[in-house]
């Protein structure tokens, strides 16, 4: 059974930055590719970053520049480096395969506030 754990979001200022973490069990690290996707209020659930088994990576416009995403096989972790943070990032973040597959973890929520 996969479960994944998502920490590290909170509430930062504009500019600011934050590191998320993805603590995934189960046999998920064996997909290819993991990816962060983020949820704002009344808006769909999208990718933002993609990582393969092999550490190409993949960014949404919108991060590119700004985020990094990375993987440690041996932990079966995946992080994002958050920088200059904007308040159009705020949202849920989760982490999943890609494509995903439908076991969510509960995301981590990421205020970016004045």
């Known amino acids: 059974q996969v479960q994944l754990v998502e920490s590290g979001g909170g509430l930062v200022q504009p500019g600011g930055s934050l590191r998320l973490s993805c603590a995934a069990s189960?046999?998920?690290?064996?997909?290819?590719?993991m990816g962060w996707y983020r949820q704002a209020p009344g808006k769909q659930r999208e990718l933002v970053a993609t990582?393969?088994?092999?550490?190409?990576?993949n960014y949404a416009d919108s991060v590119k520049g700004r985020f990094t995403i990375s993987r440690d096989n041996a932990k079966n972790t995946v992080y994002l480096q958050m920088n200059s943070l904007k308040p159009e990032d705020t949202a849920v973040y989760y982490c999943?395969?890609?494509?995903?597959?439908?076991?969510w973890g509960q995301g981590t929520q990421v205020t970016v506030s004045s």
């Open positions: 999943n395969s890609v494509p995903f597959i439908p076991a």
């Open positions: 189960g046999n998920i690290f064996s997909f290819n590719a």
């Open positions: 990582v393969t088994k092999g550490r190409s990576t």
